[in-house]
C-alpha cells in the first residue's frame, strides 16, 4: 500500500522560494504506474491543483501558477518536490502531494495527511 | 479554463437522502471525481468515473453525469457524513491540460 508523506519548512518569507518533498513508501516512484501531483488548500478554501509529474519528467502544471512552479522527481530517493518561487501571503496554504494512476483522466486515490505552509516575514 | 460549480452548502436531515451537484459546461462528457474532506483532514475519494466506489466506501454513496450535471448521491445519510465534498475533471480541452476541482460543497446534517 503506497502512503505519501510531505515535509519541509513550514514558514516562509515573502520573495522566497516555498520547498516541498514528498517522499512515496511501500511502492516504487519509477512503477511507471502514477502520476505525482501537488494539491494546496487556503483555510477554509477549496482544493486548487499545483501541477504533476509522471516517472519520465514530464509535467503538467496550473496555467494560473506554471510560472512559479517547477516539480521535479528523485527517483534514487524516491521522492518528489516541488519548488514555487516569490511567494507572497496568498500561497499561505496546506500543501498536499496526491497519486493518480497513470490512465488519465484518473483520480486522487492516495493523498499525503499535508503540510501546512505560512508566508510571513 | 473549465469550471466546476459546486453549491456552496447542502442541509439535509438524518435518515434522508443527500445530493451534491456540479455543474460543468458538457460535463457528462467527462470523468468525474468525488472527494469527501472532513475537518482538519486529507480529501477521501468516495467516487470516482462518474459512478464507482472505491472499497471501503459504503454503497450509500453513489454518483452520476449527465449533460451539464454531475452529482454526487448520499443515501440514508449519517452524522458522520457531514463534510466538505469536492468534485475533480481533468480538463484536456485547452492549450494546458489540467486538473479542475469544484468549489466545493459543505454537507451539513441538521
Known amino acids: 500500500q503506497v502512503q505519501l508523506q510531505e515535509s519541509g519548512p513550514g514558514l516562509v518569507k515573502p520573495s522566497q522560494t516555498l520547498s516541498l518533498t514528498c517522499t512515496v513508501s511501500g511502492g516504487s516512484i519509477s512503477s511507471g504506474s502514477y502520476y505525482w501531483s501537488w494539491i494546496r488548500q487556503p483555510a477554509g478554501k477549496g482544493l486548487e491543483w499545483i501541477g504533476r509529474?509522471?516517472?519520465?519528467?514530464?509535467?503538467n502544471y496550473n496555467p494560473s501558477l506554471k510560472s512559479r512552479v517547477t516539480i521535479s522527481v528523485d527517483t534514487s530517493k524516491n521522492q518528489f518536490s516541488l519548488k514555487l518561487s516569490s511567494v507572497t501571503a496568498a500561497d499561505t496554504a496546506v500543501y498536499y502531494c496526491a497519486s493518480q494512476p497513470w490512465l488519465t483522466p484518473a483520480a486522487f486515490d492516495i493523498w499525503g495527511q499535508g503540510t501546512m505552509v505560512t508566508v510571513s516575514s | 479554463s473549465y469550471v466546476l460549480t459546486q453549491p456552496p452548502s447542502v442541509s439535509v436531515a438524518p435518515g434522508k437522502t443527500a445530493r451534491i451537484t456540479c455543474g460543468g459546461n458538457n460535463i457528462g462528457s467527462k470523468s468525474v471525481h468525488w472527494y469527501q474532506q472532513k475537518p482538519g483532514q486529507a480529501p477521501v475519494l468516495v467516487i470516482y468515473y462518474d459512478s464507482d466506489r472505491p472499497s471501503g466506501i459504503p454503497e450509500r454513496f453513489s454518483g452520476s453525469n449527465s449533460g451539464n450535471t454531475a452529482t454526487l448521491t448520499i443515501s440514508r445519510v449519517e452524522a458522520g457524513d457531514e463534510a466538505d465534498y469536492y468534485c475533480q475533471v481533468w480538463d484536456s480541452s485547452s492549450d494546458h491540460p489540467g486538473v479542475v476541482f469544484g468549489g466545493g460543497t459543505k454537507l451539513t446534517v441538521l
Open positions: 509529474i509522471y516517472t519520465s519528467g514530464s509535467t
